[in-house]
């Protein structure tokens, strides 16, 4: 296998910004699709089987091979089925807290991967990149006011602490998937990488509601948007981070996908039409600047 060219940190990030955005964009699509009688199995099973077959049809009309070493094969696989955890789990937490503090709990992930990363013997991060993490959850926990007008965390977690557990597990089931792409698939094809895992995926969600008889398809044409759209923008956002995760000139530059919090919870001022206030404002502010201080770092 060739080794990818790298692109440049500033550019790399600016890219993950956009699919963080993409991302941020699914979420908020899955909760009109959940609202609206879709549950979480079928949205996972439409979403990565949507997701898969259409990138069969592109890898078909672009004559790209599709034969693989076994070996190779049965990695993707397994990534395919860590990738169904996590999908599971993400959606299960969005089902049961607000989008925007689902992601908060989910957006750890990035730190998980850069410590999986160094404790594998990939790469150690920069000591900014140490600094820059943390700092980036602080701004997270002021942008989606984590502490609320009842006082703290604590206080609620009766309500949420199921829907942050779920969180937690696919920010563990997503840092594996990344630190296994990265060890197993790195030269392999982005779109070829995604259809596999994205099958796989698909397949083992789809055995699960067609066993336990839990498929539910949308009650109205809200619900069929809702779906149509986590469909498309999650197989873009998913096919462009795996597309571009060879080319990252440090495995901890994926700390930038914490931008999606944000940027849900801008998609929510703007489509839920839910306010902003000051503080969360600021926390927002925090987030880019350890995105900007990360980018800039020298490594």
């Known amino acids: 296998m060739t080794q990818p060219k790298l692109f440049s940190r500033p550019f790399g990030i600016s890219l993950l910004l956009v699919i963080a955005v993409v991302f941020g964009s699914n979420h908020i699509a899955a909760r009109i699709a959940f609202d609206h009688g879709v549950n979480v199995v079928s949205a996972v099973a439409i979403r990565s089987g949507g997701t898969a077959l259409a990138l069969l049809a592109l890898l078909t009309a672009l004559r790209v091979p599709l034969r693989l070493p076994a070996p190779t094969l049965g990695r993707a696989v397994i990534i395919g089925l860590v990738l169904a955890v996590q999908s599971y789990c993400l959606y299960s937490s969005v ?25 594998a013997g990939m790469e150690r991060p920069a000591p900014r990149t140490l600094i820059a993490m943390p700092v980036a959850l602080v701004g997270l926990a002021l942008a989606l006011d984590v502490a609320g007008k009842s006082g703290g965390l604590a206080a609620r977690w009766g309500e949420i602490g199921a829907g942050v557990g779920f969180a937690v597990a696919a920010a563990l089931a997503f840092a594996l998937v990344l630190l296994l792409s990265a060890r197993w698939l790195k030269g392999m094809d982005g779109r070829l990488r ?10 083992a969600v789809a055995a699960v509601a067609a066993a336990s008889g839990t498929f539910a398809l949308p009650g109205d044409g809200m619900g069929w948007l809702g779906l149509a759209l986590l469909t498309l ?11 571009l995760q060879p080319h990252l000139s440090a495995a901890s530059d994926v700390v930038a996908l914490n931008f999606e919090p944000v940027a849900v919870l801008i998609l929510g001022w703007a489509i839920l039409d839910q306010g902003i206030a000051p503080l969360q404002i600021a926390g927002a502010l925090i987030v880019i600047g350890a995105i900007v201080a990360l980018g800039t770092a020298r490594r």
């Open 233 to 243: 923008l999650y197989g873009s956002a998913i096919t462009a981070l795996f597309m």
């Open 95 to 119: 089902a049961r807290l607000p989008v925007a503090l689902a992601l908060l709990a989910f957006n750890i992930y990035p730190m998980l991967f850069a410590l999986m990363s160094w404790a």
């Open 194 to 203: 995604s259809c596999l895992t994205m099958g796989t995926c698909g397949a």
